[in-house]
């Protein structure tokens, strides 16, 4: 019956020839699977060169988070408040790499790139909501400004700081119970929730010693809701 449907001749399978050269067989993240890896080594590298920074700015940082004076403080301080800046520099790709790795920031128009463009893009993104929040600042900067409105600014990058290292040690620990990523990525999402909402109130706090109740609501709205607002938009629609 092979033979009859011409199947099989002279006891050899007759298979239709392909002509080209096979491909040669591609990674499945395109080749930037190293992206990661290399940014944890640079990250690694970065906290050692600045360590004596870090390690200078870090104690006042955490000052802030319990005591509202502690931001004064910190601003008093020239070196302290440069090694404070350096520090929310230095951490800003660490913590678009915890964005990611977690899926906190995974819109759609993301999903099915290679691992280094995921990354890539995720801190495109995050480096855009704050170039849109330094911009919204520029153009509502009064003509005068009052320290209040300067300290409350700054309690911003004291805040990011601590997020970022609450998030990367639920991270870390997430990874050695093997508590899966789903769960990381929840507990991330409520630490940072939950500390963007204190620093508010803090922002509100320290904006109402030299305005009314009203003006801090609007500034509050212009530079932290809407672009935070914007961000959060951006990984839930596109």
């Known amino acids: 019956m092979a033979d009859s449907l011409g199947i099989f001749k002279t006891g050899t399978l007759m298979m239709e020839h392909v002509s080209g050269d096979v491909p040669a067989a591609v990674p499945a993240d395109g080749g930037d699977g190293l992206s990661v890896p290399l940014l944890v080594v640079l990250t690694v590298a970065c906290t050692l060169v600045f360590f004596r920074n870090i390690a200078n700015a870090l104690p006042p940082v955490f000052r802030c988070l319990f005591m509202q004076r502690g931001c004064a403080r910190l601003e008093s301080s020239v070196r302290m408040s440069m090694d404070r800046n350096l520090t929310a520099l230095l951490m800003v790709l660490p913590f678009c790499l915890v964005l990611d790795l977690t899926g906190i920031f995974d819109p759609d128009l993301l999903r099915g790139l290679d691992t280094g463009l995921h990354l890539a893009a995720t ?3 995050f480096i855009a909501y704050l170039l849109l929040r330094l911009a919204i600042y520029m153009a509502l900067k009064p003509r005068s400004v009052p320290d209040s ?7 911003t990058w004291n805040f990011f700081i601590i997020m970022f290292l609450a998030a990367a040690v639920t991270g870390g620990v997430s990874g050695l119970l093997h508590a899966g990523k789903a769960v990381a990525e929840l ?22 010693l030299s305005c009314n109740p009203f003006t801090v609501f609007l500034y509050l709205c212009a530079l932290e809701i809407v672009p935070t607002g914007l961000y959060v938009a951006a990984a839930l629609i596109l």
Do not use: Q
Request: net charge positive; aromatic share 10%.
């Open 123 to 125: 801190a495109a993104f």
């Open 149 to 155: 409105y300067m300290l409350s600014r700054k309690e």
């Open 187 to 208: 507990a991330i999402l409520l630490e940072i929730g939950l500390l963007y909402v204190v620093m508010l109130v803090r922002r509100g706090r320290i904006l109402a």
